[in-house]
């Protein structure tokens, strides 16, 4: 029956062409995205931005690749506009543009950590398909390392840039708790790059770093050591939901929240952790109320990232309520609330990003 009412329909011609348009272009995007993949993993991106313009053979040599395979890698990125070409030279580069988005992981446009990820939640496609049917979950410990890896990658640079001189000032009163000396417990913190940032900022406090993802807390572990700060940091494998101390000063979520199965077990819990005039900080993907306000770039890119992996852990961990990457400030507060909060509100934001501070 609906195959006959389309058929019945007459097509657009014009708008069909600027379909399929946007269908190619959306294809060869695809095709790319490993190919970034490739290149920061093999350097070929900060080869390109050290070195000034070079020709495929030059690159091949400095970064101990092939020949063909380069060339044919460097014209990919010149026609989706990624890599630099002149034609008059036959040599590609990078722009300062370009460099900042593929080459320099402390750039806070830094973006090949996100095609990391995208790369391993593609390994076990099959078993998320499956899930479609059977409505089971598939947790973040189950996915490829890329993805903690990637996820991680993705959002550090955000963290360096507004953790410290954004995010936490525009709490009520807590740059100079953590001054002065805090308990402060990072909970889904994955390898720590959350919790070391903060606690390099803060040496006067204590950090714990949770997640129920014992692989990550080795890494954070390691991490944490490499950095100087494992004397006031220390990291437990536990939910959000079970993690143990108590008199948190602040209790901090990045990008993880939605993630959770039971978002309004997890507020309850944070509240009875934290102390009668503490803080808990959540970060969460930005997003409108409305589906009709987030038909846009940054929120496909969510909601389908929320398909492959925030959906499915939610559904892992039992899923009541689901939430999803795009759950919007009004949804929320709503479990936020439902768990014993009383107060929330929108403390800052960026286009990534929305950042609440909600107090008991």
């Known amino acids: 029956m609906a195959s006959q009412r389309i058929d019945d329909e007459p097509i657009d011609e014009e708008r069909l062409d600027e379909i399929v348009g946007m269908a190619v272009n959306e294809l060869g995007a695809a095709y790319?995205?490993?190919?970034?993949?490739?290149?920061?993993?093999?350097?070929?991106?900060?080869?390109?931005?050290d070195g000034g313009p070079v020709s495929p053979a030059e690159l091949a040599e400095r970064t101990d690749t092939v020949e063909p395979y380069v060339t044919e890698w460097l014209n990919a990125g010149a026609a989706g506009g990624y890599v630099t070409?002149?034609?008059?030279?036959?040599?590609?580069?990078?722009?300062?543009?370009?460099?900042?988005?593929?080459a320099d992981e402390d750039s806070p446009a830094f973006l090949a950590g996100g095609y990391q990820g995208l790369m391993g939640y593609q390994k076990h496609l099959s078993e998320i398909e499956a899930a479609f049917r059977t409505g089971e979950g598939v947790g973040w410990h189950e996915h490829d390392a890329d993805v903690c890896h990637g996820t991680e990658r993705f959002y550090r640079p955000s963290y360096e840039t507004n953790l410290v001189d954004e995010w936490i000032p525009a709490l009520d009163g807590m740059s100079a708790r953590l001054r002065d000396g805090a308990r402060v417990a990072d909970v889904g913190c994955g390898h720590g790059a959350s919790t070391?940032?903060?606690?390099?900022?803060?040496?006067?406090?204590?950090?714990?770093?949770v997640d129920y993802?014992?692989?990550?807390?080795?890494?954070?572990?390691?991490?944490?050591?490499?950095?100087?700060?494992?004397?006031?940091?220390?990291?437990?494998?536990?939910?959000?939901?079970?993690?143990?101390?108590?008199?948190?000063?602040?209790?901090?979520?990045?990008?993880?929240?939605h993630d959770m199965g039971d978002p309004v077990g997890v507020a309850s819990h944070v509240r009875e952790t934290l102390v009668d005039d503490g803080a808990w900080l959540l970060v969460e993907p930005f997003a409108n109320d409305r589906l009709e306000?987030?038909?846009?770039p940054v929120s496909r890119a969510f909601y389908c990232a929320s398909t492959l992996a925030c959906v499915p852990n939610s559904l892992d961990q039992g899923g009541d309520p689901v939430l999803g990457a795009q759950a919007g400030e009004a949804r929320l507060r709503d479990v936020?609330?439902?768990?014993?909060?009383?107060?929330?509100?929108?403390?800052?934001?960026?286009?990534?990003?929305?950042?609440?501070?909600?107090?008991?």
């Open 85 to 102: 070409y002149d034609p008059e030279t036959g040599r590609y580069g990078l722009t300062p543009e370009q460099a900042a988005l593929l």
């Open 213 to 257: 993802h014992d692989r990550s807390i080795e890494v954070a572990r390691e991490r944490a050591e490499d950095a100087g700060v494992a004397d006031r940091i220390s990291f437990e494998v536990a939910t959000a939901k079970e993690f143990t101390g108590a008199d948190y000063d602040l209790v901090m979520m990045f990008d993880a929240y």
């Open 32 to 49: 790319y995205a490993p190919l970034i993949v490739i290149g920061d993993r093999l350097g070929l991106y900060e080869a390109l931005a």
């Open 196 to 209: 070391i940032i903060t606690a390099e900022a803060y040496p006067d406090s204590a950090f714990v770093g």
């Open 293 to 296: 306000e987030n038909l846009n």
């Open 336 to 360: 936020i609330t439902a768990g014993g909060f009383t107060r929330v509100r929108r403390a800052a934001e960026t286009p990534f990003n929305i950042v609440l501070e909600a107090k008991p």
